[in-house]
């Protein structure tokens, strides 16, 4: 049981999806213990035999998953992840998680990251998490993802590209947390110069209702598209307390009502200012973050 935290972080990075990636932990277990005993004693290292087992399913949750999202209403964004202090221990049926089921957050959890390993094929995301992420030599993967470590390292080659491509410079996390908090004051004040001065001219904003809640279900770009569409939304943010978290790592927001959380907020920003905005709202993806702790 020691490796379920390993576990749990492979399959959310490989996946997007705290729940899918609990499903997968479970189901790699249930295989350990489908074996006998002798099965078993077989295994020089249980670790690495359920790292190849949670690996494979991941890599079929990802094949059917590109069917799935064909069906998905609106845009698809990764499950975000609250800070782990601030992680939600009590579930509704009673189960409290244990804190080795947290996801270790470093720079391969962000928002941004996370939507680029959307882009890749299955093989290019499992090939990549696993070697650069999780330091597998690429023989290793190899036996997981069923290619030549040649292939292996082609696809782990292919999926960086992607990341180079797509990755903004780097801003300061304390220099991004002013600009998100600033970005909070301006819209809770319907200050319209002050949102244009923190927005790029050319911001995207994608949200995901998952068709659970009314949500846009197309990305907005430009400023212009985006503060319409703020005041079109008013009346809704009325009743909302809009609180700073740490989403995925990195400075974010969240709105609440009535103590509840209905909308994470994880921002790309660039410089001085906001290039995207994922605005996740598909109470589906929301369980971590549904009461908050006590401090609050």
């Not at 249980?46 to 890599?59: N, Q, Y």
């Not at 990251?113 to 650069?132: C, G, K, Q």
């Not at 790309?268 to 995207?276: L, N, P, S």
């Amino acid at each position: 049981m020691s490796e379920r935290r390993q576990l749990i972080n492979l399959a959310y990075r490989l996946l997007g999806s705290l729940a899918d990636a609990e499903d997968v932990v479970q189901e790699a277990y249930a295989r350990w213990y489908a074996l006998s005993r002798p099965e078993q004693d077989a295994i020089d290292s249980p670790g690495a035999w359920l790292t190849k087992v949670a690996s494979r399913i991941c890599l079929n949750v990802l094949s059917s998953a590109r069917v799935r999202r064909e069906t998905y209403v609106g845009e698809w964004i990764p499950e975000p992840l609250p800070e782990p202090r601030e992680w939600i221990t009590g579930r509704p049926d009673g189960i409290t998680v244990d804190p080795a089921d947290r996801v270790t957050l470093d720079e391969s959890i962000n928002m941004a990251f996370l939507v680029v390993l959307e882009s890749m094929t299955p093989a290019e995301r499992v090939a990549f998490i696993l070697h650069d992420v999780f330091r597998y030599s690429f023989a290793e993967v190899a036996d997981i993802v069923g290619r030549t470590p040649a292939a292996c390292r082609q696809l782990a080659t292919s999926a960086r590209r992607r990341i180079r491509a797509a990755q903004a410079p780097t801003t300061p996390v304390a220099e991004q947390a002013r600009i998100v908090r600033d970005f909070k004051q301006a819209w809770e004040a319907r200050d319209i110069d002050a949102l244009i001065g923190l927005l790029d001219p050319n911001v995207t904003a994608i949200s995901d209702g998952g068709g659970v809640v009314s949500t846009v279900l197309r990305p907005v770009e430009g400023v212009e598209r985006i503060l319409r569409s703020l005041v079109h939304l008013e009346d809704r943010f009325r009743d909302q307390t809009i609180l700073e978290r740490t989403v995925n790592g990195q400075p974010g927001l969240i709105a609440q009502r009535d103590g509840v959380t209905v909308s994470v907020y994880a921002f790309e920003v660039a410089g001085d200012r906001i290039t995207r905005i994922w605005a996740v709202r598909n109470p589906d993806k929301l369980r971590p973050w549904t009461v908050e702790p006590e401090h609050q």
